[in-house]
């Protein structure tokens, strides 16, 4: 069973920057994209930015697309989010996806905190 793990959450001052990363325990059969999401308070989950297994990104919350960079190290297994001039509103549990080929499993991480402290 695939097993990601995510690390660099915590509480930052607003302005200041956080470095995600998500790790898969082995090499994920059949990937399409690594996704990461988040949830903010009382909000439903949103998907904030994507990247390909062939490198290509997308982001789609429009505030994040100046500040986000999704990056990928598919040698090591791992996803990067690194999110620069941080805002309260970016307040929320981010978490990973592996998402796979159809008829394949997808696999999501347990979530790590973010917050932002105005």
């Known amino acids: 069973q695939v097993q990601l793990v995510e690390s660099g959450g915590g509480s930052v001052q607003a302005g200041g920057s956080l470095r995600l990363s998500c790790t898969a325990s082995?090499?994920?059969?059949?990937?399409?994209?690594f996704g990461w999401y988040r949830q903010l308070p009382g909000k439903e989950r949103e998907l904030v930015t994507l990247?390909?297994?062939?490198?290509?990104?997308?982001t789609y919350i429009r505030s994040a697309t100046a500040r986000f960079t999704i990056s990928a190290d598919y040698d090591r297994n791992t996803v990067f989010l690194q999110m620069d001039n941080l805002k309260p509103e970016d307040t929320a549990v981010y978490s990973c996806?592996?998402?796979?080929?159809?008829?394949?499993?997808?696999?999501w991480g347990q979530g790590t905190q973010v917050t932002v402290i105005s």
């Open positions: 996806e592996a998402k796979t080929d159809p008829g394949l499993p997808d696999y």
């Open positions: 082995e090499r994920i059969r059949g990937l399409n994209y």
């Open positions: 990247i390909t297994n062939h490198g290509e990104a997308h």
